[in-house]
Antibody, heavy 119, light 109 residues
């Protein structure tokens, strides 16, 4: 079964760092782009960026460039999303997604990781 | 603000046909994909490309595009189709950057 399994919910304080993960299985992890999508409480979906694990080519939405870092470790089929200094406004659900080969679409979604930033 | 514009809310009577639209300049060059999200769940891809349905998506869901507008049509809406629907495509730069529409809340009456 093709799936993306994300790390568990996090509760952090403003200014702390965080790295969440997304492990792919059931397919060739290095052959598909992996993206990250943010959904703030009660709000819509926001595309953050994507990475190609095969060569670590990474693209960011202008809204998230410099705010987060996307990376991948192809040896363990895992993508990451990290923050160096969290803000309360980073409180959201974060989904990792697999990009359909040859299309601008996301066919596989992780279960989501809820990140809560509160003092 | 999103480069893809969706109506915030649409309603349809049970069994009737509804069209959910998504407007944006990038849609003149790129296809939209469509996602259904029910409360407390991750989104699910329902349409991508010219009019492709992933395995398991009912054939009452279809997609089309004209000019700067992409549409998701549900023919014979069911109660279980009540959900939020989001479109997604490349942004205007075309540099493999993508953007979501603001979402449409579909109510099945």
């Amino acid at each position: 079964e093709v799936q993306l399994v994300q790390s568990g919910a996090e509760v952090k304080k403003p200014g702390e760092s965080l790295k969440i993960s997304c492990k792919g299985s059931g397919y060739s992890f290095t052959s598909y782009w992996i993206g990250w999508v943010r959904q703030m409480p009660g709000k819509g979906l926001e595309w953050m960026g994507i990475i190609y694990p095969g060569d670590s080519d990474t693209r960011y939405s202008p809204s998230f460039q410099g705010q987060v870092t996307i990376s991948a470790d192809k040896s363990i089929s895992t993508a990451y999303l990290q923050w160096s200094s969290l803000k309360a406004s980073d409180t959201a659900m974060y989904y990792c997604v697999r990009v359909v080969a040859g299309h601008d679409a996301f066919d596989i979604w992780g279960q989501g990781t809820m990140v809560t930033v509160s003092s | 603000s999103s480069e893809l514009t969706q109506d915030p809310a649409v309603s349809v009577a049970l069994g009737q046909t509804v069209r959910i639209t998504c407007q944006g300049d990038s849609l003149r060059s790129y296809y939209a994909s469509w996602y259904q999200q029910k409360p407390g769940q991750a989104p699910v891809l329902v349409i991508y490309g010219k009019n492709n349905r992933p395995s398991g998506i009912p054939d009452r869901f279809s997609g089309s595009s004209s000019g700067n507008t992409a549409s998701l049509t549900i023919t014979g809406a069911q109660a279980e189709d009540e959900a939020d629907y989001y479109c997604n495509s490349r942004d205007s730069s075309g540099n493999h950057l993508m953007v979501f529409g603001g979402g449409t809340k579909l109510t099945v009456l």
